[in-house]
């Protein structure tokens, strides 16, 4: 332990050198416009400023790459609250409540709780990165692909707290989302299936130009069809115009934050989808957890609280792996492990032995950073007030056209376009059917997951998948998921009972 | 206009299930057994649209002409896009949305608007973020 805080007091002491803040505030800057902007990632920004980063003093870079890291993860949530626009796949459960809260008029108060609860979970998961990564990095090794399945199982189990009023239309939502996940080459022999002929459609539809095509195009029709009415405005006028939150908002949620940033670095762990399943088991927790569960999706600020703070706790998880066994997490860790191993630093178990001076000050800059997001924040909210104020006739093509981007820019060509294009349309539909798309998009982003680690699994068991039961963790992530399925059930039976 | 109920929407539903399931039939286990167990469970989830009571309601299809009127507007500017390139076929079709709607601004003070917009996304997202957008005449 006091060589870890010795470490650190180094690491903190390189960490604050002004040429470090600089690249942290430039980093997190640049971040949070990537990832606020649709159809941008923190990958995309990674990728873009990594030659730049290779210039700089490795500590430096590291810590700029850090910054669009921790800085995107927050952006995605502007475009979220704001647009109703998830600008990643993780802030998808933020637009639940988000969106509907900027729309009642409060879209500064919904973006402050977005940045203190992105703020928080950010915080938490570098003390994770200070203190706990060779606890964590001994949990995720456990981690095989039967436990991933089960962790897609758990995700899935979510669709129980959104498919809304209707539960035919809900699962027919969700089980339609696994179904169009399946689309493209199959995960063990690489068949094509529903591919029509079409080459594009081998490798599935990829995630950016679904959610954009079911999220933002529909939310653009309808205001399209508030034009109709022109004494309605679409957006709420702002009744109050809010710089900060007071510390009793902050304080009264402390233990929802606390549980969601748990709840994100554990399920963090879990590579790729770690973040999305984090924010919506973050989201489904907070929901059951409330005295008011039917407030939430209609604009409850703990939505945004919960979604947040988990997606940014699970930065951290995906670090560890990154760091500590050389497994990226995420294509951005991946670019991050790329940096690290292009100034000859080789991430893995020897990475603490061997490169200790560095990794702490990256884990001392990653809590700098999150520090920084708060701050940097503040500016980025009362920008936020003005998008708000911009006339919705001005707004809608506007968005459209950052749709059109988003989509184009995912590969560079007009196919996604068109998929988003088809996808809106089919949403429409379904907002005119009362079919939710929450479930649809929360199957979409875990089924090819749950597909490949479920085949993966019945090929290590040699066919014998039911001996995945004899593994703790799976069988441990298991009952969770299936307690997450029937909490409502349950909560009501107590209710009841109670009664 | 338009009239459309759960079963309309379970009967379609069945019909394409059934042509997912007809293309499956010579596909190896592995690749066909998650699709198969996935179109099963939506044609029951088909058949209860349309077999269940009580939610005969039609659908509320009253705003559907504006977006038919914006929405093909929205097709043509994509499909333009790739003859005409981004900043072209942006400013145009921002400068119709506006027209369309008679936004209370003269019209070549519209179209200007719209340029200026439609280059300001173009240097954001082309130069800034090396999006390499349709440039066939920009």
């Not at chain 1, 002929?197 to 959610?211: E, Q, T």
């Not at chain 1, 399943?277 to 973050?282: E, G, M, Q, Y």
């Not at chain 1, 032995?353 to 009362?382: D, E, K, M, P, S």
């Amino acid at each position: 332990m006091d060589t870890i805080l010795s470490l650190l007091v180094d690491g903190f002491s390189v960490a604050l050198h002004p040429e470090c803040i600089l690249a942290m505030v430039v980093g997190t800057v640049l971040g949070t416009i990537f990832g606020a902007l649709p159809g941008l990632s923190a990958t995309t920004g990674m990728a873009l400023l990594l030659p730049i980063a290779y210039q700089l003093d490795l500590n430096v870079g590291l810590l700029l790459l850090a910054g669009i890291y921790c800085g995107a993860l927050y952006g995605g949530s502007i475009s979220a609250i704001l647009l109703g626009i998830p600008g990643t796949a993780a802030a998808l459960p933020t637009t639940f409540d988000g969106f509907p809260l900027s729309k009642s008029g409060r879209g500064s108060e919904a973006l402050l709780y977005g940045l203190y609860g992105s703020s928080f979970g950010g915080v938490f998961s570098a003390f994770v990165l200070m203190f706990l990564t060779p606890v964590v990095a001994k949990v995720a090794i456990k981690l095989g692909t039967p436990e991933m399945f089960a962790l897609g199982v758990w995700g899935m189990a979510i669709v129980s707290s959104v498919v809304g009023k209707d539960w035919v239309k809900g699962i027919f939502s969700a089980v339609l989302g696994l179904l169009v996940a399946t689309v493209g080459a199959d995960p063990v022999n690489g068949s094509p299936r529903f591919t029509f002929g079409s080459y594009y459609l081998i490798g599935g539809f990829a995630l950016v130009p679904m959610i954009l095509g079911m999220l933002a195009l529909p939310r653009v029709y309808g205001m399209v069809e508030s034009f109709q009415s022109s004494n309605e405005s679409y957006f709420q006028a702002s009744k109050e115009r809010k710089f900060f939150l007071r510390a009793s908002d902050v304080f009264k949620n402390i233990f929802l934050l606390i549980r969601s940033a748990v709840i994100g670095a554990f399920v963090g762990i879990a590579p790729a989808a770690g973040p999305t399943i984090a924010a919506f088991t973050s989201y489904n927790t907070a929901k059951n957890a409330s005295e008011e569960p039917e407030s939430f999706g209609k604009g409850n600020p703990q939505g945004v609280l919960a979604a947040e703070c988990a997606n940014n706790a699970a930065v951290g998880g995906s670090l560890v792996l990154t760091l500590s066994l050389g497994i990226p997490g995420s294509t951005a860790a991946a670019i991050l492990m790329s940096a690290l191993i292009m100034r000859g630093v080789q991430p893995g178990p020897m990475l603490m032995r061997n490169n200790a001076h560095v990794v702490y000050t990256f884990f001392a800059g990653f809590l700098l950073v999150n520090i920084i997001v708060f701050f940097v924040g503040h500016l980025f909210v009362q920008a936020g007030h003005y998008v708000l104020k911009t006339p919705a006739k001005i707004l809608a093509p506007v968005i459209m056209v950052i749709c059109v981007i988003g989509a184009y820019s995912e590969s560079n060509n007009m196919f996604n376009v068109y998929v988003a294009l088809v996808a809106s349309a089919v949403a429409y539909l379904f907002g005119k059917a009362e079919i939710p798309t929450a479930p649809f998009l929360l199957a979409l982003v875990l089924g090819s997951m749950l597909e490949a680690n479920f085949w993966a699994a019945y090929t290590i068991t040699f066919g014998k998948i039911w001996t995945v039961f004899q593994r703790p963790m799976f069988l441990f992530i298991f009952i969770v998921a299936v307690l997450t399925l029937f909490a409502p059930v349950i909560k009501e039976a107590i209710k009841k009972i109670k009664t | 206009m338009f009239e459309l109920r759960d079963r309309h929407l379970g009967i379609v539903g069945l019909v394409l299930c059934g042509g997912l399931l007809y293309t499956l039939k010579n596909k190896s286990f592995q690749a066909k057994a998650f699709p198969i167990a996935l179109l099963l469970i939506l044609m029951v989830l088909c058949l209860l649209l349309i077999f269940r009571k009580g939610h005969e309601e039609k659908y509320d299809f009253s705003g559907i002409s504006q977006v038919l009127i914006y929405g093909g507007l929205f097709v043509l500017y994509v499909w333009l896009m790739p003859y005409i390139g981004f900043i072209l076929s942006t400013t145009g079709f921002l400068a119709a949305f506006l027209i369309l709607q008679k936004y209370p601004m003269k019209q070549r003070w519209i179209l200007l608007f719209s340029l200026i917009i439609a280059l300001v996304l173009w240097l954001l997202f082309a130069k800034g973020f090396g999006v390499r957008l349709p440039e066939i005449l920009f």
